[in-house]
Nanobody, 120 residues
Framework: VQLQACGGGSVQAGGSLRLSCTAS????????MGWFRQAPGKEREFVSA?????YYAESVKGRFTISRDNAKNTVYLQMNSLKPEDTAVYYC?????????????????WGQGTLVTVSS
């Protein structure tokens, strides 16, 4: 599956952004869809995933919401109350199983990344 992410941008702390990731193919609903992020100088980390239920990293719980529209082959990440530490390149990813849903190894297709910058 090919993934195309968009929606990044620059926002002040406390603001909101919504990321979108659209997938090619006809089996989107069967995929576990995840969001990861990589901040400058840091390793890529899990943010959220959707696959039967939703999963969130502790650092974003209560501020970010993942949702998906299977008819549009799209997964969204609504990000509210953004903080400067949320600044990163955000990647969407598609996997086949919820086992190890927070691990990059679970996903075999990745989008190109979209930059989110939060200023204080």
């Amino acid at each position: 599956v090919q993934l195309q992410a968009c929606g990044g941008g620059s926002v002040q702390a406390g603001g909101s952004l919504r990321l979108s990731c659209t997938a090619s193919g006809r089996t989107f609903s069967s995929y576990v869809m995840g969001w990861f992020r990589q901040a400058p100088g840091k390793e890529r980390e899990f943010v959220s995933a959707s696959g039967g239920r939703t999963y969130y990293a502790e650092s974003v719980k209560g501020r970010f919401t993942i949702s998906r529209d299977n008819a549009k082959n799209t997964v969204y990440l609504q990000m509210n109350s953004l903080k400067p530490e949320d600044t990163a390149v955000y990647y969407c990813a598609a996997g086949r199983t919820i086992l190890g849903v927070t691990s990059e190894d679970n996903y075999n297709s990745w989008g190109q990344g979209t930059l989110v910058t939060v200023s204080s």
